[in-house]
């Protein structure tokens, strides 16, 4: 996805046809978030591959990730509907 410089460019016709789907649904501010939802899904697949013997280091690496999304998603509030942020919580 090329990089958009401009918040402004978001609202244009053309992007929101192309790449919409990322970020209607986020606050203006956070439009970033589905991209961050991706990367912690990728963390946890590497995690649980990574360590596949060392159940222990598995379990305590994949609450730590859970307990920071939370904690993100709890602080930022992204999303536009209220209940969703509750829902993601």
Do not use: C, Q
Request: charged fraction near 30%; aromatic fraction near 16%.
């Amino acid at each position: 996805m090329k990089k958009v410089a401009d918040a402004k460019e978001l609202d244009r016709t053309k992007t929101r046809m192309r790449f919409g789907y990322l970020y209607n649904e986020y606050r203006d501010k956070h439009y970033y978030w589905e991209i961050a939802k991706i990367v912690f899904k990728n963390l946890i697949i590497l995690v649980l591959s990574y360590y596949e013997s060392f159940v222990k280091m598995k379990a305590i690496l994949i609450i730590i990730l859970i307990i920071v999304f939370i904690a993100m998603t709890s602080y930022m509030h992204p999303y536009k509907e209220k209940y969703l942020n509750k829902l993601e919580v």
